[in-house]
């Protein structure tokens, strides 16, 4: 069985307390130590026009993050998470996706450490070992995924370096990823990403991803602003091991805030290599992208797909209102893919937030209608 690295990085640690330091650094280290706690109450409706039962998932999720205090540049994280169903009348077993009456609702129960890891900081460099979440970027290739119950992340050696000016490295090693489906996925991972911040309105990324057994990711994307517009522009080819293909991915964005408005438009192309396989972000925050309703959640068909899209995004008495139209396609021929809608209204008292959520996906020439809401209540103490 393969040695994780978070087993590694608690023997670290271990090895570590054990060094002989200063008493007061201890004493201020423990002064410096902080306790958070969250609660997530969410209830998600899933209306799916395939014959099965309406679906209630009622979850709590409560979180409890624990962050000592620094000695000699080390500091160390712990934090536990427990998803606990109040409601039953849902499907999260995806190995019971096609058998249950009821839609499945990506939620499990379940305690663990979601993030356990030692942090050394200096030397222009944040070292971390053990388990922790890595959100890259917009998230696109690889992110947390925050907004499921269960996060997403990596049991990882990580190093973030600034020592070049206006420029930050990271580079992480992972054997294991833990899933929004409470499952590890013992493969080794690589990450390479650089930054460089070419000027106050104008950033460019280069980044190098490999997944064992999948493939490697390589793309460049640049952010900035010119003339009052924001933009967003990013190319990425994938090799993948197990169909020797190499389909390319391109978003282009931009957008402009009118009066109190943020609106934005903008093409995303998972690609495809002439209908063989289509480009996969299989690390990536992908309930960000290709519409909240997640019937694309994992890309489509080997055909790929291309999303046309626009969001509007304002604040009125102090709640926050996102609307956002998609226009799906095949990336390969002609099929029309569907489209959806959806809608956000969110509110923030202090330390504590109410949300609705809406995604309405309507089939195009494939698939099913989806109807989708989330009621959401937030704590933090």
């Known amino acids: 069985m393969k040695k994780t690295i978070l087993s590694s990085a608690i023997t670290a640690l271990a090895l570590t307390t054990t060094m002989g330091v200063q008493a007061e650094g201890f004493e201020q280290a423990i002064k410096d130590t902080t306790a958070d706690f969250n609660f997530r109450l969410r209830a998600e409706s899933v209306d799916i026009d395939n014959g099965k039962k309406s679906t209630l998932a009622t979850t709590l999720k409560s979180r409890a993050t624990l962050k000592t205090g620094t000695v000699s540049g080390f500091s160390a994280v712990l934090e536990a998470d427990n998803v606990l169903h109040i409601t039953d009348t849902f499907n999260d077993e995806p190995a019971d996706k096609g058998t249950s009456d009821y839609n499945f609702v990506y939620d499990q129960e379940t305690t663990q450490l979601n993030q356990a890891y030692l942090q050394y900081n200096g030397f222009d460099s944040v070292i971390k070992a053990g388990n922790q979440r890595i959100n890259l970027d917009n998230q ?20 973030t370096n600034k020592s070049v000016e206006n420029t930050t490295i990271f580079v992480a090693l992972a054997n294991n990823v833990n899933t929004i489906s409470d499952d590890d996925t013992e493969s080794d991972v690589l990450l ?18 490999d997944l064992e057994n999948s493939g490697s990711t390589m793309g460049v994307r640049a952010v900035g602003k010119a003339g009052g517009v924001g933009f967003e522009a990013e190319v990425a080819t994938q090799d993948q091991d197990a169909n020797d293909a190499s389909p390319l991915y391109i978003h282009l964005a931009a957008n402009k805030k009118i009066a109190d408005v943020k609106l934005t438009a903008g093409l995303e192309i998972l690609g495809s290599d002439d209908g063989t396989t289509a480009f996969s972000t299989p690390l990536g925050t ?6 909240w309703s997640d ?7 080997n055909n790929g797909i291309q999303d046309l899209y626009a969001s509007a995004v304002t604040k009125v008495s102090g709640v926050k209102l996102v609307g956002q139209l998609h226009k799906f396609d095949a990336a390969e021929g002609s099929v029309d893919l569907g489209s959806e809608i959806g809608f956000v209204a969110a509110k923030k008292i202090e330390n504590y ?5 809406l995604a309405q996906f309507l089939a195009g020439d494939t698939g099913k209608d989806i109807t989708k809401v989330w009621l959401t209540g937030t704590a933090k103490f």
Not at 140 to 159: K, M, N
Not at 286 to 291: Q, S, V
Not at 295 to 301: A, E, F, I, P
Not at 353 to 357: A, E, P
């Open 295 to 301: 019937k694309y959640l994992n890309g489509s068909d």
């Open 353 to 357: 937030g109410v949300s609705v959520k």
């Open 192 to 209: 390479l990403n650089a930054k460089y911040q070419i000027s106050p309105d104008l950033a460019a990324t280069g980044y190098y991803y």
């Open 140 to 159: 696109r290739h690889v992110g947390g995924v925050a907004f499921r119950q269960d996060e997403a992340t990596f049991d990882a050696i990580s190093v």
């Open 286 to 291: 992908n309930h960000k992208f290709l519409g």
